[in-house]
């Protein structure tokens, strides 16, 4: 069963920055597209190919936001730069055993972290 854990979280000043990290476990990375997404409600911020080649984002972090990923840690990243009071959220990430192509819309992600809780205040 993959294992995905999440860290990096923290409480950033608006328009500071900060790092989400997201390391997978008992299985290959490489096999997985992941996405990072906000929690309650859930919304999908950004996806990155299982090789990395292709990524979209969410139209509110677009242009702030970069995810990017590292087979060989096996680790995904998530680089929130300008953050803004509404990007607060618990981001966790998610896996779906797909390989070169984006993460698959309207199909249920197969393995997620609990989370790291981001907090945007002055």
């Known amino acids: 069963q993959l294992q995905l854990v999440e860290s990096g979280g923290g409480v950033v000043q608006p328009g500071g920055s900060l790092r989400l990290s997201c390391k997978i476990s008992?299985?290959?990375?490489?096999?997985?597209?992941v996405a990072w997404f906000r929690r309650a409600p859930e919304r999908q911020v950004a996806c990155i190919s299982s090789g990395g080649r292709m990524t979209n984002y969410d139209h509110s972090v677009e242009g702030r936001f970069t995810i990017s990923r590292d087979n060989a840690k096996s680790t995904v990243w998530l680089q929130l730069n300008n953050v803004q009071p509404e990007d607060t959220a618990i981001y966790f990430c998610?896996?779906?055993?797909?390989?070169?192509?984006?993460?698959?819309?309207?199909?249920?992600?197969?393995?997620w972290g609990q989370g790291t809780q981001v907090t945007v205040s002055s």
């Open positions: 008992e299985g290959t990375a490489a096999y997985y597209a």
């Open positions: 998610a896996a779906w055993a797909v390989t070169e192509r984006l993460c698959p819309s309207g199909r249920p992600y197969d393995f």
